[in-house]
């Protein structure tokens, strides 16, 4: 058993900032990879973002490129997603996922089917 929250949403203006944390407790995430997904009224949950469990390699949806970084600090048991440069189309509600199945794959998976953890997710409203 994993649990992941999050934290750090909120409201910001256009072209502001905001750090997105996921804290997990019960098991040590370091040979997890993590995703950032978002969910938006009305729409499927998509993915942002996915750091793998060794050197960290990363991949993004094109749409958050350039502007989104996804982290992670194993010590702490934390994943991070750094956004700038925000719009309102990035508005949704933010969700933290683990893939705990240990198959040790290049990259992050990129479909919520590939995690089987969540939190509990953090609202990030962007306003024009």
């Known amino acids: 058993q994993v649990q992941l929250v999050e934290s750090g949403g909120g409201l910001v203006q256009a072209g502001g900032s905001l750090r997105l944390s996921c804290v997990a407790s019960?098991?040590?995430?370091?040979?997890?990879?993590m995703g950032w997904f978002r969910q938006a009224p009305g729409k499927d949950r998509e993915f942002v973002a996915g750091?793998?469990?060794?050197?960290?390699?990363?991949n993004y949806a094109d749409s958050v490129k350039g502007r989104f970084t996804i982290s992670r600090d194993n010590a702490k048991n934390t994943v991070y997603l750094q956004m700038d440069s925000l719009k309102p189309e990035d508005t949704a509600v933010y969700y933290c996922?683990?893939?705990?199945?240990?198959?040790?794959?290049?990259?992050?998976?990129?479909?919520?089917?590939?995690?089987?953890?969540w939190g509990q997710g953090t609202q990030v409203t962007v306003s024009s």
């Open positions: 996922a683990a893939d705990t199945s240990l198959r040790y794959t290049t990259i992050a998976p990129l479909g919520p089917k590939g995690y089987n953890y």
């Open positions: 019960g098991r040590s995430i370091n040979h997890y990879p």
């Open positions: 750091i793998n469990w060794g050197a960290g390699r990363t």
